[in-house]
């Protein structure tokens, strides 16, 4: 009896502090245009553009919020530590220094928009064509831990 009132109190923690992370947080889409530079500096850049829907904590949000009712705003975005985590979770924690190959992730361009808070309960990113070619879409949530864990677009 002991053991399984324990499971449930480590779920019902664990559910706690994820709907902690939920209930306070914002949600961001970054715009990614990147490639691979390969040892010899010759870089081929990606055929698509990564688009990176993530949920983070209020205080990884950087700019101020524009007065307005569209849902996507411009302006605010990720921190630089928040972004930094979130290259490290897509390509690696050594993405700056390279692999092992030589061979090195670039980020080319990057764009963010904020959902509007005001607009949160809505969720534009099921409307995404996962099969549409000009895209590959990400779907990361902070963790009280400060890492990314990435997760599929419908436990978005």
Known sequence: ????????????????????????????????????????????????????????????????????????????????????????KMYGDTWREGNEDGSQYVVLSSGARLLNPRRSEETPWRDDDPNDKRFRFFYFVAGVDGRFASVKREAF
């Not at 992370?21 to 990564?50: I, P, W």
């Not at 700019?63 to 490290?88: I, R």
């Open 1 to 88: 009896m002991r053991s399984t009132s324990r499971a449930k109190r480590g779920m019902s923690i664990a559910f706690i502090r994820l709907m902690e992370v939920h209930m306070n947080s914002r949600t961001l889409m970054l715009m990614l245009k990147d490639g691979l530079r390969v040892s010899s500096g010759f870089l081929s850049e990606a055929s698509y553009q990564c688009v990176v829907y993530c949920r983070v904590p209020e205080n990884w949000v950087a700019g101020d919020l524009p007065n307005s009712d569209d849902l996507w705003l411009k302006g605010p975005g990720l921190t630089s530590a928040g972004l930094e985590m979130l290259f490290k």
